[in-house]
């Protein structure tokens, strides 16, 4: 079924149908009704590659993330493509499971279906991948890495200041034994909220013992974790997670062990997905706006009705800290 097809069908030009599929206003109201009538009966579906090849706008968007099963990703993914469907756009996503190589094909990829902009949501950013995207006329949005290019934006969550908020809250209830849990820890936005841990405990008392594990990022990196901590003979009485989904795995492990949260050991995370309120307990946690990322990364990507992109331009993010029940007084010695 060809553009032709529904023109004769709705008795109308090819441009005529062009136009409407491109939802421009210059088509009455009447014509572009009879046009979507016409689309639907011979169940025509453009294509939109090939549109864009002959010089027309692509109306594609692209996204590339570290971990779509974290719902922090996915979260993002779908507050951007909320906004992308409500102008007319469609969003391409990859994910790269927290390889650079993978990274590097995605945006390879993305790059050859000639996406009209694109958001780089990961950890393992190249810094020379990053300068070729900032500097390129490509619209890009980056996530934690680097500064803001020609035609890039980055959107940076101060994760100093929520672990701060966090190491506090804990050293106030009296906690003095504190693990850190994370993953992949050689990726610098990663590897900063465990050097923000251990800085903001290095200021609070010299007297603090402290630790910290890793493994993969999720509810089975986080139970392997917390069983080598378990393991390592050190008694926490509290663990402070990189994020809520590793978090999700630790409180299994610790219920597994016969361990109480938070009678027995207090436990955080980072993020604040919907699953933090369903875990049981209640986990306390570092609220990321999710839906705010999202529509901040579609208004940089595309352009005004009545200009171009938005600048050039750094985004921050101030977290904010929810307490629930997984925290409480540190359990006497």
Do not use: W
């Not at 939802?23 to 689309?39: G, P, Y």
């Not at 391409?92 to 780089?120: C, D, H, K, Q």
């Not at 990022?217 to 901590?229: F, N, T, V």
């Amino acid at each position: 079924m060809s553009l032709e097809d529904v023109a004769k069908r709705a008795r109308v030009s090819s441009a005529t149908v062009s136009r409407v599929l491109n939802n421009l206003d210059v088509v009455k109201s009447s014509t572009r009704a009879r046009v979507m009538k016409a689309v639907a009966e011979l169940n025509y579906h453009p294509n939109l590659h090939a549109r864009t090849l002959a010089g027309g706008q692509s109306r594609t968007l692209g996204i590339v993330v570290s971990n779509m099963e974290n719902p922090f990703f996915f979260d993002v993914f779908q507050s951007l493509e909320s906004d992308a469907h409500a102008h007319g756009y469609e969003v391409v996503a990859a994910n790269t499971g927290y390889e650079p190589e993978r990274l590097v094909s995605s945006i390879r990829l993305m790059m050859g279906r000639r996406v009209a902009g694109l958001a780089v949501i990961v950890s393992e950013m190249d810094a020379a991948l990053k300068t070729e995207l900032a500097e390129g006329d490509m619209p890009v949005v980056f996530y934690d890495v680097g500064a803001p290019g020609k035609k890039s934006t980055n959107i940076r969550v101060q994760y100093r200041k929520g672990i701060e908020k966090i190491v506090q809250y804990l050293h106030n209830l009296g906690h003095t034994r504190m693990a850190f849990v994370g993953h992949h820890a050689k990726l610098a936005p990663l590897d900063e909220r465990k050097k923000a841990f251990l800085e903001t405990v290095a200021r609070y008392s010299p007297h603090l013992e402290i630790t910290s594990e890793a493994d993969a990022d999720g509810p089975e990196g986080g139970r392997k974790a917390a069983r080598q901590l378990l393991a390592s003979g050190f008694t926490p009485s509290a663990i402070i997670c990189v994020n809520d989904f590793t978090a999700i795995g630790v409180l299994r492990e610790l219920r597994d062990q016969g361990l109480r949260v938070p009678q027995d050991v207090s436990v955080t995370g980072f993020d604040n997905i919907k699953l933090s309120e369903f875990c049981f307990p209640a986990l306390t946690t570092v609220h990321i706006p999710r839906e705010r990322i999202g529509h901040s990364v579609f208004e940089s990507l595309v352009p005004n009705a009545d200009g171009p992109t938005a600048p050039s331009r750094e985004i921050l993010i101030d977290p904010e800290f929810l307490v629930r029940d997984s925290t409480g007084v540190a359990r006497e010695s």
